[in-house]
């Protein structure tokens, strides 16, 4: 959903699923990981990365998952215990199950055929879910697994341009993706006519 027509009660569960329950499993197993010098591995997602519109309670619980997996990784390195973050980009799951709509009122109802293109953009051309958790299991068994792990749909071309171009690229790319600068004309031409 749009940032401004967000559920607290979802976007309260969204972080619980995402966020506080790694915690309080992480808490849990703790002594298992540190007697077997084990692995925990954090399922991330590109959203955490960029700013992913229609999706800001998603990608902010994602983004809250990247940083305590990466401070959790620095606290249990002296006991070694390593951690993984996989940032995953479009793998085929049932993300989108529930189909939503923009409320009476949003902001963004000019827009809304946008918005609904943009409930099922993750699925397009997405890596199936088989490969996906090959490419995972190969990577954590390495002697030395990496420390953020780029699997799925596009996630390549998300670290490639998050690395040699910057941020920006994201500002200059979503809106136009997501028909924010129809909007924006939208605003204008609604001003100009008062």
């Known amino acids: 959903m749009p940032a401004l027509d967000i559920d607290m009660e ?3 569960q969204t972080f619980q699923t995402n966020v506080f329950a790694v915690m309080e499993i992480t808490q849990q197993f703790i002594p298992l990981l540190i007697a077997s010098k084990g692995l925990i591995i954090n399922i991330g997602s590109l959203a955490g990365i960029m700013p992913y519109v229609f999706g800001s309670v998603y990608n902010a619980s994602k983004a809250a998952l990247h940083s305590y997996s990466a401070t959790l990784r620095l606290e249990l390195e002296p006991y070694d215990v390593k951690v993984m973050v996989v940032i995953t980009g479009g793998v085929q799951s049932n993300i989108a199950r529930v189909h ?4 009476e009122g949003s902001l963004y109802l000019p827009i809304g055929d946008s918005y609904e293109r943009r409930l099922m953009h993750s699925q397009q051309g997405a890596m199936s879910n088989e490969e996906y958790a090959r490419g995972v299991v190969s990577a954590a068994l390495k002697r030395s697994p990496k420390k953020w792990l780029w699997r799925g749909n596009k996630s390549w071309l998300v670290w490639f341009l998050k690395t040699y171009i910057g941020f920006w690229v994201f500002d200059l790319v979503l809106p136009r993706m997501f028909q924010l ?14």
């Open 10 to 12: 979802e976007a309260k």
């Open 100 to 103: 939503r709509t923009l409320p």
């Open 181 to 194: 600068d129809k909007l924006k004309a939208i605003i204008k031409s609604r001003n100009k006519t008062r």
